[in-house]
């Protein structure tokens, strides 16, 4: 079973505009939520991370909104860049699964300059 | 200087054959972890480990095990390799702890013939 979903599969947005990528999970106990971006034929690398105790982060041009009653959050990439072309990772993990990462399937964003 | 390596970095194997995939880290972190990546499934856990000595089954352990001989060096073992099993793997080493950044190796693209 997937517990954490993530949509688009795929998304293009131009230069300069706002991506936005969405995340949702089911396991009301995950408390941690680390979003991993991977650049072609390059490994995953932390991007950014929240807790449930925040609503919001930020970290320069990328923002993570956090709903926990409706188990979402997104990942806002303002002013986009084509060097922010990649695949974006959702991940959750719980301390009653000892911290281990549920990954989503990722989203493929584009950046057209 | 990377402190996450794996060998070999590509690897074809034979149906039926055994294949042993190697992780070193030098960030003296007590957890490591391999995950296949496969198109549409994002990163799954297939082994961990919380240290030297001690391995844990992650969500499809099935066809695999894992040995953790050391501290710096854990390794996924193939017994009869399929070629369901081709995939890439990612080797990866943290703190552990509700704020773990997982930092990953190279990835080992493995072919299954």
């Known amino acids: 079973q997937q517990q954490v979903r993530q949509s688009p599969q795929s998304l293009t947005v131009w230069e300069g505009e706002t991506a936005i990528l969405n995340c949702s999970y089911e396991d009301s106990t995950f408390d941690y939520f680390p979003w991993y971006w991977q650049f072609p034929r390059e490994s995953p690398a932390l991007l950014i991370a929240i807790r449930p105790v925040s609503n919001k982060k930020e970290d320069g041009r990328f923002t993570i909104f956090f709903n926990k009653r409706e188990k979402k959050l997104s990942l806002h990439i303002t002013d986009s860049q084509p060097g922010d072309s990649a695949t974006y990772f959702c991940a959750a993990s719980a301390e009653t699964g000892n911290y281990k990462y549920v990954f989503g399937a990722g989203t493929r964003l584009k950046v057209i300059a | 200087e990377a402190a996450v390596t794996q060998s070999p970095r590509n690897k074809v194997a034979v149906t039926g054959g055994k294949v042993t995939l190697s992780c070193n880290q030098t960030?003296?972190?007590?957890?490591m972890y391999w995950y296949r990546q496969d198109t549409g499934h994002g990163l799954r856990l297939i082994h961990y480990s919380y240290g030297a000595g001690s391995t844990e089954k992650g969500d499809i352990p099935d066809g695999y095990k894992a040995s953790r001989p050391s501290q710096e060096n854990f390794s996924l073992i193939l017994e009869l390799a399929t070629p369901s099993q081709t995939s890439v793997y990612f080797c990866?080493?943290?703190?552990?702890?509700?704020?773990?950044?997982?930092?990953f190796g190279p990835g080992t693209r493995l072919t299954v013939l």
């Open positions: 960030n003296n972190h007590n957890n």
């Open positions: 990866a080493s943290g703190d552990g702890g509700g704020a773990d950044e997982q930092y």
